[in-house]
């Protein structure tokens, strides 16, 4: 049997000399990778086919990296993205996270933490994707919130949740421990074990989101609720 190939990675930045060093850089590393001069030019690809992973910048020409994102969702829930953005465009990374970003990384950046960065939503892609480890951790149930572990799968009763990769992990890492309070610490070390990078403001707006998700699959319902100056719990019974 074949090998499986490695993972293709989307570099998209109309900085020339920026995506041949990306692009050396990642396929040093094991990945395939396709550079795009814009936006457009990479959603008509994308059209075709999804990469394993998309890196957008913000700012370019045609079609901008949020607009891209929001067109990605469309497509794909699942695809882990990661947001470049100059230090100055806090408003577009947030925005880009509401979005549906999973990670985002400030220009100038290092090859270095770009490809660690790359190699931790793998790595959490491939682990919702696994099979649980044993029947009594394939579901978690807290009142009508279900989640299965094995088909990375969440469900309110019958509405299946339309959970990023990223929702889906601080998620399971709530309903875990439901009625507890999780500070923001805590999230970030259970939903990304493998990854020192995420911040505390990405925290907030990927909870933001996804309580958006929930409440329209539940509404009045509210499951996640926040404790200020804390963090964040599941009720006991949502």
């Not at 814009?38 to 370019?60: C, N, Q, V």
């Amino acid at each position: 049997m074949d090998a499986p190939a490695p993972p293709l990675i989307a570099f998209v930045d109309d900085e020339e000399g920026l995506r041949s060093t990306v692009a050396l850089a990642l396929r040093k590393d094991g990945y395939r990778a396709e550079t795009f001069a814009d936006g457009l030019e990479a959603w008509t690809s994308f059209e075709r086919a999804l990469p394993d992973l998309a890196i957008l910048d913000i700012l370019m020409p045609r079609l901008d990296g949020l607009e891209l994102c929001r067109r990605l969702r469309t497509r794909s829930e699942d695809l882990p993205i990661l947001f470049l953005s100059s230090k100055d465009e806090e408003l577009d990374r947030v925005l880009g996270l509401e979005l549906g970003a999973d990670d985002y990384l400030c220009k100038p950046f290092s090859v270095r933490e770009l490809l660690a960065r790359v190699r931790a939503l793998l790595r959490r892609a491939r682990q919702r994707r696994a099979p649980a480890g044993g029947p009594d951790e394939k579901i978690v149930a807290v009142g009508a919130l279900r989640l299965d572990l094995g088909r990375c799968e969440a469900r309110w009763n019958a509405t299946r949740l339309p959970l990023t990769l990223t929702e889906f992990t601080l998620l399971e890492a709530l309903a875990r421990h439901p009625g507890f309070v999780k500070t923001r610490e805590q999230l970030m070390k259970e939903g990304y074990p493998h990854d020192v990078y995420v911040s505390e403001r990405t925290i907030d707006t990927h909870v933001k989101r996804l309580r958006r998700k929930l409440a329209d699959a539940a509404p009045g319902a509210d499951p996640v609720e926040t404790v200020y100056g804390v963090g964040y719990r599941l009720r006991e019974s949502p």
